[in-house]
Nanobody, 116 residues
Framework: QLRFVESGGGLVQPGGSLRLSCAAS????????IGWFRQAPGKEREGVSC????????WYADSVKARFTISRANAANTVYLQMNSLKPEDTAAYYC?????????WGQGTQVTVSS
């Protein structure tokens, strides 16, 4: 059974940086996209960034472009989200997602709080 463990969240001041990680218990070639989502209290979950395992192409939400970077360590079945120049509006629970043609697999979430 697939399991995903997230880490790296915490409290940071505006302008600071954090790196989130999400490790999958196993890898399958059915994964066609790996992404990060976030959900703030009272708001819907939104896509933040995504990476293609096949060619490494990436996508970013307009709100995080030039500040966040997604990457993957293949040997560790791990995806990262480097977050720089953090803003208070980045405060949310962040969730990794591994997508197959038929299912989505979610991490448990890690809280990011940006506050002075």
């Amino acid at each position: 059974q697939l399991r995903f463990v997230e880490s790296g969240g915490g409290l940071v001041q505006p302008g600071g940086s954090l790196r989130l990680s999400c490790a999958a218990s196993e890898w399958t070639s059915d994964f066609y996209a790996i992404g990060w989502f976030r959900q703030a209290p009272g708001k819907e979950r939104e896509g933040v960034s995504c990476i293609s395992p096949s060619d490494g192409s990436t996508w970013y939400a307009d709100s995080v472009k030039a500040r966040f970077t997604i990457s993957r360590a293949n040997a560790a079945n791990t995806v990262y989200l480097q977050m720089n120049s953090l803003k208070p509006e980045d405060t949310a629970a962040y969730y990794c997602n591994f997508a197959t043609p038929v299912d989505y697999y979610w991490g448990q979430g890690t809280q990011v709080t940006v506050s002075s």
